[in-house]
C-alpha cells in the first residue's frame, strides 16, 4: 500500500466479525462494554471470503488502518484470511470438548490466531489486552503478547 496514510491509533475500533455458533443476543450484551473500550463500529461480515475482503477493503478506505480492527469468527479460513489483511483475530471455539472441536483448534492455531475463547463473555478482556499492546506499539505482525491465548 505505497503512499497510503492512516489516522495512528491506539485502541481498536472496529469489531468485525462473522459468527455461526452466537446468537445477535449474545453479541449486543457485550457491545456496550466494547463500545466503552473505543470500538466504534460492528460490522457483520457475509458468508464467503470475498465479502468478507470487500469490507475490510471498505473499512481501509475510511484509513483506518487494518491493526485497529479485531476479527472475530469461528470459521478458520475467515481467521486466515483476517491474519493476511494485518487484523487481530480472535477464534471462537464452542463450549463442547468433543474431537471435532479439538481439532478445530488445531487449525486455528496451525494458522496463527491470536486468541481463541469459548463464549462472548471473554470478548472485553480480550480488546482490553489488545488495547494494551497497541499503546505499546504492538502490532498483529509484531505482537509480544501470547500469539494464542486460550481464555476460557
Not at 62 to 82: C, G, H, T
Not at 128 to 141: D, H, K, S, V
Given at each position: 500500500m505505497t503512499g497510503r496514510k492512516f489516522f495512528?491509533?491506539?485502541?481498536?475500533?472496529?469489531?468485525?466479525?462473522s459468527l455461526n455458533t452466537v446468537t445477535p443476543q449474545e453479541l449486543q450484551d457485550v457491545l456496550k462494554t466494547l463500545k466503552?473500550?473505543?470500538?466504534?463500529?460492528?460490522?457483520?461480515?457475509?458468508n464467503g471470503p470475498v465479502a468478507q475482503a470487500t469490507t475490510l477493503?471498505?473499512?481501509?478506505?475510511?484509513?483506518?488502518?487494518?491493526?485497529?480492527?479485531?476479527?472475530?469468527?469461528?470459521?478458520?479460513?475467515?481467521?486466515?484470511e483476517a491474519i493476511k489483511e494485518g487484523c487481530?483475530?480472535?477464534?471462537?471455539?464452542?463450549?463442547?470438548?468433543?474431537?471435532?472441536?479439538?481439532n478445530t483448534k488445531k487449525e486455528f492455531l496451525m494458522i496463527g490466531t491470536h486468541f481463541m475463547i469459548k463464549?462472548?463473555?471473554?470478548?472485553?478482556?480480550?480488546?482490553?489486552?489488545?488495547?494494551?499492546?497497541?499503546?505499546?506499539?504492538?502490532?498483529?505482525?509484531?505482537?509480544?503478547?501470547p500469539l494464542v491465548s486460550f481464555t476460557w
Amino acid at each position: 500500500m505505497t503512499g497510503r496514510k492512516f489516522f495512528e491509533t491506539t485502541t481498536l475500533r472496529v469489531l468485525a466479525y462473522s459468527l455461526n455458533t452466537v446468537t445477535p443476543q449474545e453479541l449486543q450484551d457485550v457491545l456496550k462494554t466494547l463500545k466503552q473500550q473505543g470500538i466504534t463500529d460492528v460490522i457483520k461480515i457475509d458468508n464467503g471470503p470475498v465479502a468478507q475482503a470487500t469490507t475490510l477493503a471498505r473499512i481501509k478506505t475510511q484509513s483506518l488502518p487494518p491493526y485497529s480492527i479485531v476479527f472475530v469468527s469461528d470459521d478458520p479460513l475467515k481467521i486466515e484470511e483476517a491474519i493476511k489483511e494485518g487484523c487481530w483475530t480472535i477464534a471462537m471455539i464452542g463450549a463442547n470438548q468433543d474431537n471435532a472441536n479439538n481439532n478445530t483448534k488445531k487449525e486455528f492455531l496451525m494458522i496463527g490466531t491470536h486468541f481463541m475463547i469459548k463464549s462472548l463473555d471473554k470478548l472485553p478482556d480480550i480488546v482490553r489486552t489488545i488495547n494494551t499492546c497497541l499503546q505499546q506499539g504492538e502490532r498483529p505482525a509484531n505482537s509480544v503478547a501470547p500469539l494464542v491465548s486460550f481464555t476460557w
